[in-house]
């Protein structure tokens, strides 16, 4: 048996089974028999039977394989042997239950931009939420069901051409449950709350194989814990959520690019626009970054920044004005309706943000206010290594996210899982290698890069805790930076999986029972 467990399990085996290695583990109790190598073609037979008939079961010689499985970031690279794109809700039980019976290990899918080293422990059965798409909103018009598998572009597209929005993430390409889970920042936040604010109820297909229907007075305290470690507990395969009026018929957007030398001026403006978490609502959400554009400067690294405004250009003006009194290199604007507004800021499903098969070294840190000293070291380190690893530099990108936060903290924190509403800045260095890098060193010298500004950020705000949002995290994080430093917190997470994970079928994705 020990040989069996390890053959097929191999590292993957979760410390909930590691803990008692005199008993035969739970998980391999109901097993009529265990497989090493998987086949499609078997899978499909047996399988192909009991789920819907427009269920799709394929493997990697399928030519479909490379779409539904390529991740986003590679440094994030689950090993998939069966992709299975289910037709129904009720098809996830009936595979869910089969990969049980088979020991064999399943990952939910959706958009694959989940970059926690930790996917890189999987090896088994894709369930791809793509055919989870349906939207449809309810006679009240106050609520919306979704598929599990809608993304964000979708969302903000069809809610508007029928008068609506909800919060999603700012990225069209993301999904919404992949982030909501973990709470789900956008630019709809600072009026009505992250995306897991607004869930009202979420269907969910257990590591065991049952649905449920999760919300306030049905299993509530699994709702509290999917509002921010989710991806812990089950497969949403729908779930429906409150939506609003749409607002005003357009937003404006000004983008513009700085030199260095407007540092200080800048993140003092920044502050000053954001007030230590008062950022007026409309302000709904800004992006800036270092970057690195040889053709425009071969020595320096650029600032460029991107502002969403949920109004006319004569509203943001006052809001604006310090911004525009900063001489740039360049800047654009413009008022359109809001779901043209991801792609002003380069994250509509086109952008090169949006493209997947990349290789990105990362480190997150969440901030209340910018320390200009800490943002001036981190230019200077930029500038630094354009000598020293000019490879490097060039995928280099050092990002800020500014929300407008008044909803985000007007909810108790103890009242879900999401642990850090007092941040009001996700911070992300995300270095770009070359796809197929197999340089070691210059991998290496990346991740010290990453450590070195996350810990700038972090040395910037003395007496602040690192806090690292689970879905920006690299998975190399402690427990505690990623779902919160208080001890209740992470006991009440351990009794729910305890209760509705005992075996721990999702151990995958930044998990709290680590294998
Ligand atoms: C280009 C880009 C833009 C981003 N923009 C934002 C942003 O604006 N706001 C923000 O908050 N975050 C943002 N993120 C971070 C984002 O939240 C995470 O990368 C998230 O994991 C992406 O979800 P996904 O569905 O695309 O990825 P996936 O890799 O498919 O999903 C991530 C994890 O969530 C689980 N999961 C997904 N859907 C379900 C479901 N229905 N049921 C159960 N489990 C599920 C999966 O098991 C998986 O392990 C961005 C990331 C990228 C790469
Ligand atoms: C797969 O194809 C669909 C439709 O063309 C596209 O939206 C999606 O981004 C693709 N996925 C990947 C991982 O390339
Ligand atoms: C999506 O909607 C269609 C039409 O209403 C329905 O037939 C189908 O079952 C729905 N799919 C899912 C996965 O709910
Ligand atoms: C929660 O779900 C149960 C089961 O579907 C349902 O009966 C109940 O009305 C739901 N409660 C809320 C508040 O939506
Ligand atoms: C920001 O506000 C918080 C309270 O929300 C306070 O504890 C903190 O000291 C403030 N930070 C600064 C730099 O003013
Ligand atoms: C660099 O800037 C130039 C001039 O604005 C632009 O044409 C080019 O696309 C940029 N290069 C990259 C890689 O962004
Ligand atoms: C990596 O791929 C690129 C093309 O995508 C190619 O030009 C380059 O030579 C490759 N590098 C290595 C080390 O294989
Ligand atoms: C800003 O960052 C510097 C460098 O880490 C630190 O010494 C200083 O105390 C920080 N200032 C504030 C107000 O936190
Ligand atoms: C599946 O797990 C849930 C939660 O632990 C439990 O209530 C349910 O009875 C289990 N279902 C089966 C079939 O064992």
Redesign the pocket.
């Known amino acids: 048996m020990r040989i069996l467990i390890s053959l097929l399990y191999g590292l993957a085996v979760s410390r909930l089974v590691a803990s008692t290695p005199a008993d035969i583990p739970h998980v391999f109790q109901s097993s009529p028999f265990t497989r090493q190598h998987l086949s499609s073609a078997l899978v499909q037979r047996e399988l192909g039977s009991v789920v819907s008939s427009k269920t799709t079961i394929f493997g990697p010689d399928d030519e479909r394989y490379k779409n539904a499985t390529e ?3 590679t440094v994030a690279s689950p090993r998939i042997q069966v992709v299975i794109q289910p037709d129904e809700e009720v098809d996830v039980s009936t595979i869910v239950q089969y990969c049980n019976d088979n020991s064999l290990p399943f ?9 926690a080293s930790t ?1 890189n422990s999987f090896n088994g059965v894709q369930i791809d ?1 793509s055919p989870f798409s349906n939207i449809s909103i309810t006679p009240s018009g106050k609520s919306a069901w979704f598929g ?2 809608v993304y964000d572009g979708q969302a903000v597209a069809y809610l508007w051409e029928r008068g609506y929005v909800t919060p999603t ?3 069209d ?3 919404m ?3 909501g ?6 630019r709809l936040e600072g009026l009505y709350g992250m995306i897991s604010d607004n869930i009202l109820q979420l269907n969910v297909v257990l590591g065991n194989g049952t649905a449920i229907t999760v919300n306030s007075t049905s299993h509530a305290d699994l709702f509290w814990a999917m509002k921010g470690a ?2 812990n507990f ?3 395969t729908s779930f429906e959520s409150k939506i609003y009026p749409r607002g005003p018929e357009t937003w404006h957007y000004h983008n513009y690019v700085w030199g260095g030398e407007k540092l200080e001026v800048l993140f003092e403006a920044l502050n000053a626009l954001h007030g230590n978490g008062s950022t007026p609502v409309d302000m709904a959400q800004n992006w800036g970054s270092f970057f690195m554009n040889s053709t425009l400067d071969a020595h320096n690294p650029l600032i460029q920044w991107s502002f969403a405004y949920r109004g006319s250009v004569e509203q943001a003006a006052p809001l604006l004005a310090p911004f525009n009194a900063i001489p740039s290199l360049s800047d654009e604007f413009g008022d359109l309706p809001y779901p043209g507004i991801a792609a002003t800021q380069g ?1 509509d499903t086109d952008s090169i ?2 493209q997947h098969g990349n290789r990105i070294i990362s480190a997150t840190a969440g901030l209340q206010v910018y320390n200009v000293t800490a943002e001036r070291q981190i230019f200077e380190s930029f500038r630094r290594r354009i000598q020293s690893h000019p490879q490097l530099a060039a995928g280099g990108v050092i990002e800020h996210d500014g929300y407008s936060t008044a909803a985000v903290t007007a909810y108790d924190s103890a009242d879900s899982a999401y642990p850090f509403r007092s941040d009001h800045h996700l911070m992300l260095i995300n270095i770009a290698l070359a796809p197929n890098n197999t340089d070691s060193e210059l991998e290496r010298n990346a991740w010290e890069w990453a450590a070195e500004v996350r810990d700038l950020w972090n040395a910037g705000q003395p007496g602040r805790k690192a806090h690292a949002y689970v ?2 995290a690299n998975g190399m994080e402690s427990l505690e930076e990623k779902y919160g430093h208080e001890i209740w917190r992470l006991k009440r997470l351990r009794a729910l999986k305890e209760r509705y994970d005992p075996d721990n079928r999702f151990r ?2 930044n998990p709290i029972v680590q294998p």
């Open positions: 991740p986003w970031n990952l939910a899918r959706n958009r694959a931009h989940g970059g996917l939420l599990g598998g993430g700012a990225c390409c993301v999904s449950m992949g982030p889970l973990g709470g789900g920042h956008g989710g991806h089950g497969i949403v994250l943000v949006c879905n920006y995958f994705y």
